[in-house]
């Protein structure tokens, strides 16, 4: 598959998917609280779908590893040292913790993707400055989505920033394209150079997407297959949004 040009009407129909994202992380965003549990985050998430009309997609999503089954969870519940992937637990969320949640969906066969890191309760400094840097990160890269710039210039945004603040960028796992599948091409990575890469051009629509850790960018799997951890266990953060680039300012679609 090559990087799809989207016409208005797809991205307004990305658009719908992409709004049901947001309305759902900002119901799952106001549930979070100490002795909450990512099972009820991943339930709600489920009954929001079905009142949206909207298919989750990462619910049996498959993974590459033949041995592995696919995933089981509506929203990837990522606590702590938990980059990304994290399945939905029956443990309950502590006071101090950071949780991401990433949510996709599609309705009528367009997709949606955006991520949040939620502070649980009382958080560190160091954790609330992590999870600031990285949502920063993203707005910088968003102000980068313009027709003629290059995949690099938000790669660049993202690292420039990130690294600025003495915090790490994984490298294991980027953006990506997306529309009438979850996962298009190009790739988006949150690090590189700047006039790098391929050019953005109207109609392009990406899912960015900031890992950022408060050390090593080194990653590793737990023997679940599925939850993408720090190698040195600190903290990591997460956000994403879609963003459609047009012949003027970005069009954020995962958000109002
Ligand atoms: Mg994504």
Redesign the pocket.
Known sequence: MSIQLRRKEEIELMRRANMAVYEVLQILREMVLPGVTTAELDQRAKDECVRRGAVPAFLNYPSPSPDVAPFPGVICSSVNDVIVHGMPSNEPLKDGDILSI?F?CSIDGYFG?A?LTVPVGNVSAKAAHLVDVTRQSLERAIEACIAGNRIGDISHAVQSLAEANGFGVVREFV??G?GTR??EPPHVPNFGQAGQGRQLKPGMVI?I?PMITEGSFETKILDDGWTAVTKDGSLAAHF?HTVAITTDKPYVLSRP
Request: no cysteine.
């Open positions: 990433d996709g993707d991520a953006g990506h997306i979850m996962h899912a997407e994403e």
